[in-house]
């Protein structure tokens, strides 16, 4: 199995890169004045930043597909499921707890809850079982950006029911996916009205495209290998994806071809990207949980005008890395190692 370690840095970036976006809308949400710290050199992730979560699809399309795609036995359902179950719920559950009890000390000292607040027994139903952004919900709730998790979950299981005729027919039928997901997404079939008052798909096609984009990276690198020819390509790719109306979808795709690529000309940093990227899943649940932390804090304090201090902003973003590698290390790769040992059947 391949390792892709600049995907690494990659996933690292994007991670950073939503916080840093969140830290900015947060303030917009909670309707207090602008504070776009460093926008001169950051405007780019305030305004755009929100586009780093697609490329978390093509990523995981890509890893999918090298993970699953090259073994020679078929995984079983079960032990697929809870591999999912062990990477993903643990850190999951941990944090929606804790800002649960964030939200509840909010409304016990100042009667509302902050930053998402529809923290009903409800909302906390839909986040427990990952069920967000199908428009079961009525609002952000609880920690809100674990909505793109859920989406993923349901494409993963999409992608298992399909491994098989994948292996077979490989780039062929990936084409077919793809064309297939493109078609319902340009006929806006799932926004008829009496299919979107039951559930919306519009962002699980969406997602499902640039996650089978991924899959198709996957096969390219392993036709073409880490030539200067895909490099350029990858480089063209992505210049033209800013060229007339912003291409989202070539963007994702030759933004994360390229970091691959790369990987055929520079290893020299194998141990830190792979480091960097280990972080990505904690950052991105867990930079809520701090963000809630400092507004309790500075609110408690009565200096909630530090928020618009520079420090501020660094701190949040160190310590949000710091509570990272404290919870892969030593919480989520611990219980992800004992759920596996303990269920997964490897004979």
Known sequence: MQKYYHIELLRFLCALTV?????????????????????????ILYDYGDKAVP???????????????????????????????????????????FILFIQTLFYKIYGKYELYTLNDLYHFFLNIFFLLGFNFEQGRSFNSP????????????LFFSLIFHIKKYKMGIILIIYLFLLFFDKTKISEIDFIKNFIYLSYFIDFARLFFSGVFIFFIINKFNYSKFLLLISILL?????????????????????????????????????FLGSLTYSIYLLHTLTFLIFLLLLKLLNKVNLFYFEITFIVYLIFTILLSIVSFYFFESKLNKSIRNKFVNYK
């Open 19 to 43: 916080a840093i976006y969140h830290w900015g809308i947060s303030f917009e949400l909670m309707k207090m004045e602008t504070n776009d710290t460093f926008r001169n050199i950051l405007s």
């Open 238 to 274: 992505t210049a033209t994806s800013f060229i007339g109306s912003f291409k989202l979808h070539l963007f994702c795709f030759s933004l994360v071809l390229l970091f691959v690529t790369l990987d055929g000309f520079n290893n020299n940093f194998k141990k830190i990207f792979t």
């Open 55 to 97: 490329v978390f699809f093509v990523i995981s399309g890509l890893v999918f597909a090298n993970v699953y795609l090259t073994k020679k036995e078929n995984e079983t359902l079960y032990n697929y499921s809870i591999k999912r179950f062990a990477r993903l719920y643990p850190l999951h559950l941990l944090t929606l707890f």
């Open 146 to 157: 674990v909505w793109t998790v859920g989406q993923e979950i349901f494409i993963y299981f």
